[in-house]
Every structure is written in C-alpha cells, then in structure tokens.
C-alpha cells in the first residue's frame, strides 16, 4: 500500500486547512482498515488528529475535533483533512497512514504504512 499527500503548503491563519491523501495498492473500503492522519509540528512529537475507518465513520483527537474534518472520496481512493481556524500553532508536518488492525487506535505507533509527509505553514 502506497499513500501520498498533497495539498497547499502554505495557509493564512484563521483559514482552513485541506489536504488530501491519495491510496494505491489497495481500497480505502478494504475491511478493517483505519486511515488517519497524524502531524509533528517541528520540534514536537507525532500527534495524531484523527481517522476514517473502512465504513467511512470518524473518530478525532478530542483536542481538536471541534475543528477537524476527515472524509473520503471511494471513487478517487481518496481521503481529506479539513482543520478549520488554523493558527501558527499548526504549523507541522502532516503524514497519512494506515493501520490494517481488527480495531482502530489512536497511537500513531500502531500505524503500519505511512506517507511521507507533507509540511503546512500557517502564517500570522
């Protein structure tokens, strides 16, 4: 399984961020697949944001739900991010990637294919 990022590199605050992950290798609606996406802002640890199972149902970070979106396009093999009302503060690398467990987790160790990654600067 192969993803890859893409969106704008560059985002104004209190805009939102979008960015897509485009999957190959195999289907975002194979069973038992969590997809996510997880940033480190620079000099930080990995956070995970949030993930879209195989069904299609959500589950965020609770630090940042209010403002989070994931949602998918089957057609395209695709997901997105949306994060609303960015500031500096997000300002981070943003990876997506796949756990292909029996249950979803929050803990980006258990992730098992990942993208490379994408940077995302938010201005002032």
């Known amino acids: 399984v192969q993803l890859q990022e893409s969106g704008p590199g560059l985002v104004k605050s209190s805009q939102t961020l979008s960015l897509t992950c485009t999957v190959s290798g195999d289907s975002i609606t194979t069973n038992y697949y969590y997809w996510s996406w997880i940033r480190q802002p620079p000099g930080k640890g990995l956070e995970w944001i949030g993930y879209i199972r195989y069904s299609g149902t959500t589950y965020y970070n609770p630090s940042l739900k209010s403002r989070t979106s994931i949602s998918r396009d089957t057609s395209k093999n695709q997901f997105t991010l949306q994060l609303s009302s960015v500031t500096p503060e997000d300002t981070a690398v943003y990876y997506c990637?796949?756990?292909?467990?029996?249950?979803?987790?929050?803990?980006?160790?258990?992730?098992?294919?990942w993208g490379q990654g994408t940077q995302v600067t938010v201005s002032s």
């Open positions: 990637a796949l756990r292909s467990r029996s249950l979803g987790s929050s803990f980006v160790k258990d992730y098992d294919y």
